[in-house]
Nanobody, 115 residues
Framework: QVQLVESGGGLVQPGGSLRLSCAAS????????MRWYRQAPGKERELVAR????????NYADSVKGRFSISRDNAKNTVYLQMNSLKPEDTAVYYC????????WGQGTQVTVSS
């Protein structure tokens, strides 16, 4: 059974940091590119960051470039999103996504940036 389980979300003050994790199981993790998406209330889901299957290449949305960092540990079947200098507009549900022969989604984790 394929599973993507996100964790690490929560409430943080503006300027703070969070590290999201996404633990994968049930498929060949190191054959899949991985992505983080987010969806704020009333807005469309947007791609935040992506990383290739080997971790050799990453890309970011302009809105998070220089503040967020995506990484993966293929030995642990886990992808991470380090989020620094968080802003209120980063508030959203963050979803992990596996992109390959199939496409898999996690259930999402809430990130709220507020004072």
């Amino acid at each position: 059974q394929v599973q993507l389980v996100e964790s690490g979300g929560g409430l943080v003050q503006p300027g703070g940091s969070l590290r999201l994790s996404c633990a994968a199981s049930g498929f060949t993790f190191n054959s899949y590119a991985m992505r983080w998406y987010r969806q704020a209330p009333g807005k469309e889901r947007e791609l935040v960051a992506r990383i290739t299957s080997t971790g050799g290449s990453t890309n970011y949305a302009d809105s998070v470039k220089g503040r967020f960092s995506i990484s993966r540990d293929n030995a642990k079947n886990t992808v991470y999103l380090q989020m620094n200098s968080l802003k209120p507009e980063d508030t959203a549900v963050y979803y992990c996504n596996a992109w390959g022969f199939y496409i898999y989604w996690g259930q999402g984790t809430q990130v709220t940036v507020s004072s």
